[in-house]
């Protein structure tokens, strides 16, 4: 149950993140990355240790290549210090994820 609501969670971010909407129509891998990273950074400012997250926030049936955004995402939401916004953080790694595409 844990996992639908977060990938419910996950879904609704993605369509409801109307602040960068213009911005990240052109590269929808980055803003599925820069989403997840912004749910992941929330479990973290939460309390939440990232070997938990990894363990009880990551799909159970997913594809392997989606799998490793997931564990990205993870990994650069524990990167970012607490004391940033959900929203800054998202910004950050949309930004970043497009500076480094091909």
Known sequence: MKIQTILALSVLAFC???LHANE??????????A????????????GKSKQDVQQT???EFAN?????VVDLAIN???TFP???????????VFQGCEQHQP
């Open 82 to 92: 607490d004391d940033l916004s959900e929203d800054k953080v998202e910004q950050q």
């Open 24 to 33: 990240m129509e052109n590269n929808k891998q980055c803003d599925l990355i």
């Open 64 to 68: 392997e290549e989606f799998l490793r």
């Open 76 to 78: 650069l939401a524990y």
């Open 16 to 18: 409801n993140s109307a």
């Open 57 to 59: 926030m990551r799909p």
């Open 35 to 46: 989403n997840l990273t912004g749910d992941y950074y929330h479990h973290k400012q939460a």
